[in-house]
C-alpha cells in the first residue's frame, strides 16, 4: 500500500523535482503545501499540522525537551535544504557607528525570532569571532508575540538568564525603528516572500525606502561573503538552518520509510543542480558567483545531506542553543535523527 504523506515545505529549488514529480517513489507519495519559513515553523508549532516538513534546527531542538505526549513528538532526518545566510543582510542605522559584528555589542539589534536558527548563528558568529555574548545586546524581535516562535516555545515566559528580549508591538516595525533610529541594527524586514504563498503577515514591513536611504546601509556591502568564508575556514563549517522532521508515529510503524525519504530528497537536489538553466540558483550561496570558485572554497556539493556530513556543523549549534540557555541539555547528534539514518 503506498503511504500518502501531509508534507510541509518551503519554496525551494531542491525541492522542485520531487514536488512536480520528476522524482518518484513506489512507497510513498506527498500532498505539498508549500509555504514560507516563518509560515511553516508556526503551522508546525502552533497546530503540528503534518506528517513530514521543513523545520528550524534550532526550534526542533527546543521542542525535544518541550514537547507534550500529543504535540512536537518529532524525529529529523538528516536533509539539510537552507543555509543560515539570511542573517547576513543585517542592515545598521549610519548613526550607529556599526562598521564589524564586533560593534554589535551594547547595541539595540533586531532578529525575526530570537529561537530561529539564523539568529542562533549570527550569535555564533558574534561568540566565536569577536568574544560578544548575547548578553552584551539587547534583542528586539520583529514579530508579535501572536506569531513569534520563542513565545510559542516559551521564551517569554522564561528567557535566557540576563538576556534582554522586547518583542515589538502590532504597529512598530524593524524598517521604521530603523530609519528613527530606535535600534541600531536589523535583518529580516526587507519584503522577500511571495504574499501568494503566506495566509498570515509574520514578517512586517513598514514601507521604508532601503535603496538609496541614507540612514540605512547594510553591514556587509558583500552579502557576507567573507565573513562567511573566515568562519568556514577556521571551523569548516557552512551554517545550515533548515531541517526535515517527521511525525514520530509514521517511521515506527514504517521502519524503511527514513531511508527512502533521503533517498528521495537527495536525488531530488541531484536533478536540481543538473538542471543547468536553473543551477545558479539551486547551487551558489551568494548571487554572482560562479560554481567552480564557489566549490573551490566550500567543496563540490554546497547542501550536503546526512549525519556525518553535518556532524560538526550540528555540534556547533547545539553547543550554541545550550551554551545560551535555550536547550537544558546538550543535545546529542545521534539522537536527534531516525535511528536508521545515522549512517549516513
Known sequence: TML???????KNPRFEPLIDGRVKSSEVTFDVTVTTPPELFYRNLKYDEFDLFEMSISEYLITRER?????WQW????IFPAKALFWLGLYVNTAAGIKSLADLRGK?????DYVMTAALWLR?????LYGVRPQEISWHIGR???????ALLGLDKEPPVGVSITWLSDNQTFDVMLDRGEIDAAYGFAPRHDRKLQRYNIDRYGGTPIEG????????????????????RKTQVVP????????RNILEENPLLALELVRLFGESKRIAYGAAERRNMGYLYFEGDDPQSQAATFGDDPFPYGVSANRKMLELLAAGSHGEGLTRQMARIDELFAAATLET
Open 108 to 112: 539595540r539589534v533586531g532578529v525575526p
Open 124 to 128: 555564533v558568529f558574534l561568540r566565536d
Open 75 to 78: 524525529i529529523a532526518l538528516p
Open 4 to 10: 500518502h504523506l501531509k508534507t510541509g515545505l518551503t
Open 67 to 71: 514537547r507534550g505526549a500529543d504535540r
Open 213 to 232: 536611504n541614507p540612514r540605512l546601509r547594510k553591514l556587509f556591502p558583500d552579502d557576507g561573503r567573507e565573513a562567511m568564508t573566515a568562519f568556514y
Open 144 to 150: 508579535t508575540k501572536e506569531f513569534s516562535h520563542g
Open 240 to 247: 545550515a538552518n533548515h531541517v526535515l522532521a517527521i511525525q
